[in-house]
């Protein structure tokens, strides 16, 4: 016999040493050696992801649907494969920014935003709600069961059961006071629950247990093994069809989408986030449960399909619900020990799962709902409280006790129209949409809030459209006419079949057009919308997170004063005395900051303590709660333009570097190019020389070893003599010339010159040089004297240069010159044209330049000193005028200046060189 | 962090795997009523694939933890 009253002792007892377990974790952790810091506990605290609807419900999917529940356990185990790239990166970020809840993270990474996480909270909470109720059902159908024992009828839900009747009823009381007691126990608020998370632990022991041990009699002690099984429901028309997924067309686009949903709910499930990511104690964990919860998985999920067959074989059509199986089988089979095992695995799962749950919802509700508003009502002056734990803990067992008795009136009126496993994926649905905007949000820094809202406002809407108000409408909240013909007969706005779409399951259709929805607007959002200042800095935070740890100091856009002890009593009230101590001393020894200092202008210290307070109260209600201490001056203009400035000056310094290097860079290359132009000066020079003092010293040798010579021969060689002798006092000359030129110590003299004069002076200083070459020379001249300011010598010297220039490049006999004046109003041109062999194009560029040499293809080696063309054009630009030349290799040269009649000023006698 | 990001590399590629092996078109492939040593041969398939999976996991986690430096607060 199993009298009610040993099932209510037995459980009693069960929860009592939950409760010892729970307080025995607090403790250890408090004294800092904590119990649950290892891999293995992590990996079962992740399994509150199974609750009674895996329990019993696996059961039921398996008898009427086949393989499709394993969908279930298939998505966590694809989703933890990914554990490294996306699950590692969410519990960094959740550490560094101090984050209590999924409402939370997606608020903060959207640059703290109050909206974001209020709307996310209501989602959950509407999306959480019946699966509550799932449990509350599973509960109170099993007590019912075993309060039955051992007798089995099906049990029969009578319509209109008054709620004072209801067990339901009291068993969602009783969580609720479960909830309260082992969620909101401390008076300290914080976000991370440790014993709870041992209790936990336990529980999944237990429901595993248990399930195994039931799985092990029915199929070794009732049956004979799996093979028996196999071949009896090979046998059976009905099992047989239970074996495969059914063959149409939406078979495997639900299996899929299934999938989909449950990779997405083991992290989206604020229970999931709640344990795997807030309570995590240690980042490397995940290396070992990654691999240690799907193993888990795969081990509560091996005896479903035989429990199943084997239900469905000895009960056949007695009405007994396949959800029950695993409590009714040892049941039937008189098993006293099996059944209470089996009542209590399944109220583990249930309460493991509404704990868990309600707490993480109801810190939700509270950081990111009731305090934000309460703390932007001036009136209640919150902010100025003494006693803020107090009202913070009243609000989260307010939060859970309307969580719960939200979900007892789910069940009470719409939770007969889905079946368990149903109402399980509905949720799943709903936090579904949670996934666009935290998955990409960690990757995309574009990402914005206003896309993130869109894309979680249209998500919601449909899946509320499509899943939520149909349930309603089943259970009679609304007509029944809405489902069939859609709103006011519109056949295309069916919740079953929007737009027509009529090729999916209900879920498999509300989970394509809430995310196609979701994405869409997400970044469509995204693009078109421009982020804040505050959440280009979360947004870089968060995406680039492994980047900043260790310097973390995102309030480089922060500018503001705050007293030290306001911000110490305000963290007091939150934290308690002790903690607030102990962090603050940390900081301060860490970065050396004075904490006597009454005033503080440390960004850093006041993010610290922001962060601080954010794992009490969550990230936005924590932003408001230092705005109103800290004297935040708004980021002016000013403060923008500094940053940017800032940036601005280093970018533009590094181009200056740049550029001057390059101009030493170009600097060094011309002294080198210069030095080596000297050296080559040198040499030639010194060898221009040498050529007329060999012939001298030679000829004279001659005259005297041999006085015998002819006089005529004698007159020769002097004569030769004479004309190398001047050849070098020209050469000289010029050096000299141009070395003065170069130290800028030449004189000018500046006179009124006639440029008739100057051309008549040098045509008749170079004749002899014509004359020798056989060379005809021309002078064209105006018939008036055209005068300028000007060195009368320096332009006869340019004049000489030019002409023996030509000289040299001209053919003996052959050649001819042609030295031209013209004068209009402007000034007056000069030009000496010859017939010689003309400069090539390159040679055009350089012939200006001082040491610059055209080669003389017929003597090959240079025919001058380099000299004669620098000099003449530094004469001419001194008169302001400019030397240039045209000309074609063959065809001879013309080199021709301008000189403008107001040139030099008079008085212009200077020693400044051109 | 080379350790890390080459487990993290091949993890995606396992994901992938799973992704493929768990959907339409080789699930259609095992989709026969029909006993593998007295398992339906769906089943079979499934959990082998599935324990193939956590079994690779396992191997890429602890060839990591391998490589890197031992844990601290293990």
Redesign the interface.
């Given at each position: 016999m199993l009298a009610t009253e040993t099932v209510i002792f037995v459980s009693l007892c069960y929860i009592g040493a939950l409760f010892a377990i729970a307080y025995y974790g607090d403790k250890r952790a408090d004294s800092g050696s904590s119990i649950i810091s290892n891999p293995y506990i992590y990996a079962l605290s992740l399994a509150v992801y199974c609750t009674a609807w895996t329990f019993y419900g696996s059961v039921g999917r398996a008898a009427s649907a086949g393989p499709a529940f394993l969908t279930i356990y298939l998505g966590p185990t694809l989703m933890a494969t990914l554990g490294w790239l996306i699950l590692k990166k969410v519990v960094r970020i959740s550490k560094v920014h101090r984050i209590t809840s999924i409402a939370d993270f997606i608020g903060s990474r959207y640059g703290k935003s109050m909206t974001l996480g209020g709307v996310v909270t209501v989602i959950a909470v509407l999306g959480i709600i019946p699966y509550i109720s799932l449990q509350l059902k599973a509960i109170s159908s099993s007590f019912l069961l075993i309060h039955q024992y051992p007798s089995l009828e099906p049990l029969s839900y009578p319509a209109g059961i008054g709620i004072w009747s209801d067990t339901t009823f009291y068993v969602a009381l009783l969580l609720a006071v479960f909830a309260t007691l082992f969620g909101t126990r401390n008076l300290e608020a914080t976000e991370r629950h440790e014993g709870l998370v041992a209790a936990i632990a336990l529980e999944s022991m237990v429901k595993l247990v248990a399930f195994l041990a039931v799985g092990i009699f029915v199929t070794f002690f009732i049956c004979d093994g799996l093979a028996d099984l196999g071949e009896r429901a090979m046998a059976s028309v009905e099992l047989r069809q239970l074996l495969t997924l059914p063959e149409n067309t939406g078979a495997y686009s639900s299996w899929a989408a299934h999938i989909f949903l449950s990779m997405m709910a083991i992290v989206f499930l604020p229970r999931q986030f709640q344990v795997m990511v807030v309570e995590n104690v240690n980042e490397t964990h995940l290396n070992k449960a990654i691999w240690l919860f799907p193993l888990y998985l795969v081990a509560i999920n091996l005896f479903v399909l035989p429990v199943a067959f084997a239900g469905m074989l000895s009960f056949g059509h007695s009405g007994l619900d396949a959800d029950m199986f695993l409590l009714t089988l040892p049941m039937a089979n008189k098993q006293v020990f099996l059944t209470l095992l089996v009542f209590i695995g399944g109220m583990s799962a249930a309460t493991g799962m509404v704990i868990v749950e309600t707490v993480a919802l109801s810190t939700m509700i509270c950081n990111d709902l009731v305090m934000p508003l309460l703390l932007h009502m001036p009136s209640l002056k919150l902010a100025q409280r003494s006693d803020l734990s107090g009202i913070l803990l009243t609000i989260r067992r307010m939060g859970i006790i309307f969580v719960l008795l939200m979900g007892y009136a789910y069940f009470h009126y719409a939770g007969e129209y889905y079946t368990l496993v149903s109402i399980g994926l509905v949720s799943f649905a709903a936090v579904a949409q949670f996934a666009p905007s935290l998955l990409i949000g960690i990757f995309w820094k574009r990402g914005t809030r206003t896309g993130a809202l869109l894309g979680l406002l249209a998500g919601f809407s449909i899946w509320f459209y499509t899943l939520f108000l149909p349930s309603l409408a089943g259970a009679g909240l609304i007509p029944q006419d809405f489902l069939e013909h859609g709103p006011f007969g519109i056949a295309l706005l069916k919740p079953f079949e929007l737009f027509g779409l009529d090729v999916f399951d209900h879920i498999t259709h509300a989970v394509f057009w809430s995310m196609l929805a979701n994405v869409s607007f997400y970044l469509a959002g995204s693009l078109f919308s421009r982020p804040s200042a505050l959440e280009h800095t979360q947004a870089a935070m968060f995406v680039d997170v492994y980047r900043y740890v260790g310097r973390v100091h995102d309030s480089s856009l922060w500018r503001g004063t705050a007293y030290l002890p306001d911000l110490v009593s305000m963290l007091e009230r939150f934290l308690g005395k002790e903690r607030t101590e102990a962090a603050l001393d940390n900081y301060a020894m860490a970065y050396g900051i004075n904490r006597d200092q009454s005033l503080t202008r440390d960004p850093g210290l006041v993010n610290h303590i922001e962060k601080l307070l954010a794992g009490a109260i969550g990230a936005a209600s924590a932003r408001v709660m230092v705005a109103s201490v800290v004297k935040e001056e708004p980021l002016g203009i000013d403060e923008v333009m500094d940053i940017l400035n800032e940036t601005r000056q280093a970018i533009i310094y590094s181009h200056e570097l740049e550029r001057a290097t390059a101009e030493l860079r170009a600097a060094n290359q011309r002294l080198q190019e210069l030095d080596r132009l000297k050296d080559e000066f040198i040499s030639t020079v010194s060898h221009e020389l040498r050529t007329p003092l060999t012939a001298i010293r030679s000829l004279a040798e001659i005259l005297h070893d041999y006085p015998e010579t002819t006089p005529e021969r004698q007159q020769e060689f002097a004569g030769i003599i004479i004309r190398e002798t001047r050849r070098l006092t020209r050469l000289i000359t010029q050096v000299l010339d141009f070395q003065k030129m170069e130290m800028g110590r030449l004189r000018w003299t500046i006179a009124s010159v006639d440029l008739k004069e100057v051309l008549e002076e040098a045509v008749s200083a170079t004749g002899q040089l014509v004359a020798e070459k056989n060379i005809r020379m021309r002078l064209h001249l105006p018939d008036a004297p055209q005068r300028i300011y000007g060195d009368r010598d320096q332009l006869i010297q340019a004049m000489v240069n030019l002409i023996s220039n030509a000289v040299k490049f001209c053919q003996p006999e052959t050649g001819r010159i042609d030295v031209r004046l013209a004068a209009d109003e402007k000034g007056a041109t000069v030009s000496v044209a010859d017939n010689g062999i003309g400069i090539s194009e390159a040679d055009q560029r350089h012939i200006f330049d001082r040491f610059h040499q055209v080669m003389d293809p017929a003597r090959g080696r240079p025919a001058g000193t380099g000299l004669g063309l620098s000099i003449t054009r530094r004469i001419i630009r001194h008169h302001k005028g400019e030397l240039t030349v045209k000309s074609q290799l063959g065809k001879g040269a013309t080199f021709s200046f301008f000189l403008p009649w107001k040139g030099l000023p008079a008085s212009a006698t200077d020693e400044t060189s051109g | 962090m080379t350790g890390?990001k080459l487990?993290?590399g091949r993890?995606?590629g396992?994901?992938l795997l799973?992704?493929l092996l768990?959907?339409?078109p080789l699930?259609?492939l095992f989709?026969?009523?029909?006993?593998y040593?007295?398992?339906?041969?769906?089943?079979f398939y499934?959990?082998a694939v599935?324990?193939m999976?956590?079994?690779f996991?396992?191997l890429i986690?602890r060839y990591?933890?391998d490589k890197s430096l031992p844990?601290k607060?293990?």
């Open positions: - | 890390d487990a993290a993890l995606i396992l994901f799973g992704v768990f959907n339409f699930l259609y989709n026969r009523p029909a006993l040593l007295g398992i339906p041969v769906l089943y499934l959990f599935w324990l999976i956590i079994f996991m396992l986690s990591k933890s844990d607060n293990e």
